[in-house]
Nanobody, 115 residues
Framework: QVQLVESGGGLVQPGGSLRLSCAAS????????MGWYRQAPGKQRELVAK???????HYADSVKGRFTISRDNAKNTVDLQMNSLNPEDTAVYYC?????????WGQGTQVTVSS
């Protein structure tokens, strides 16, 4: 079993930045991919960004050019640097990880963009 723990959410003004971090722990696991999803009130959960390797990354169109995902395979961590935040980015952000036969989710961290 894999546990994902997020950190770094909070309240930020429009135009500001936040960095989310997620650490995976457990025993005997190998993760093929890690990433971030988000869910705003009244909306479905959506992919924000995922990383398979340093050269294979996917971003939602709405965050391209503003968010950057990175991963440390040795530490089993994934970070999301979020710049130029706007109110539409307000949501609960969930860390996600995929192994060969299972996917895992963190408990979520709230990001609120408001003046």
């Amino acid at each position: 079993q894999v546990q994902l723990v997020e950190s770094g959410g909070g309240l930020v003004q429009p135009g500001g930045s936040l960095r989310l971090s997620c650490a995976a722990s457990g025993s005997g696991f190998s993760l093929n991919a890690m990433g971030w999803y988000r869910q705003a009130p009244g909306k479905q959960r959506e992919l924000v960004a995922k990383i398979i390797s340093s050269s294979v990354k996917h971003y939602a169109d709405s965050v391209k050019g503003r968010f950057t995902i990175s991963r440390d395979n040795a530490k089993n961590t994934v970070d999301l640097q979020m710049n130029s935040l706007n109110p539409e980015d307000t949501a609960v952000y969930y860390c996600w990880a995929a192994a060969t036969r299972a996917t895992y989710w963190g408990q979520g961290t709230q990001v609120t963009v408001s003046s």
